[in-house]
């Protein structure tokens, strides 16, 4: 069984986080969504606009049945790869930051894949707050 694990908000729901999704399983057989949790991005953002709690942006992805597991994370780093089970990390090609580039290379050390994912043209979450 190959394990594919992507990290996000997915706030604002929108197709480009389906198309994500289906991609990933596209790599493997058992999808494991990770959804941040609201309480810590608002320690560090206080002036984000979250439109679902945590528990409502799991509730959402748990309910597409293309998605074996969804787990919640405050921040992405090497700590929290360690606990999971995982065979391939799925990145958006847009999470270029260096706490991206810091867990690709850790998973390419313990023998993880990753790939990158394209986006799809012209949304975003970003897009869908700018006209509310």
């Known amino acids: 069984?190959?394990?594919?694990?992507?990290?996000?908000v997915y706030d604002?729901?929108?197709?480009?986080?389906?198309?994500?999704?289906k991609q990933a399983k596209q790599y493997g057989n058992f999808l494991i969504v990770a959804v941040q949790d609201g309480d810590y991005i608002l320690?560090?953002?206080?002036?984000a606009?979250?439109?679902?709690?945590?528990?409502?942006?799991?509730?959402?992805v748990k309910a597409l049945s293309i998605v074996d597991k969804v787990i919640i994370y405050k921040d992405l780093n090497i700590n929290v790869l360690k606990d999971i089970e995982f065979d391939i990390l799925a990145l958006g090609e847009d999470q270029t930051a260096k706490r991206f580039n810091d867990v690709a290379q850790w998973c390419y050390e313990h023998n993880k894949e990753v790939i990158?994912?394209?986006r799809t043209p012209d949304i975003a979450s970003s897009l869908i707050k700018k006209l509310l």
């Open 1 to 8: 069984m190959k394990r594919v694990i992507t990290f996000g």
């Open 43 to 47: 320690k560090y953002k206080p002036d």
């Open 49 to 60: 606009k979250v439109l679902y709690s945590t528990e409502e942006r799991i509730e959402l």
């Open 116 to 118: 990158r994912l394209k």
């Open 12 to 21: 604002y729901f929108h197709l480009g986080h389906l198309r994500l999704f």
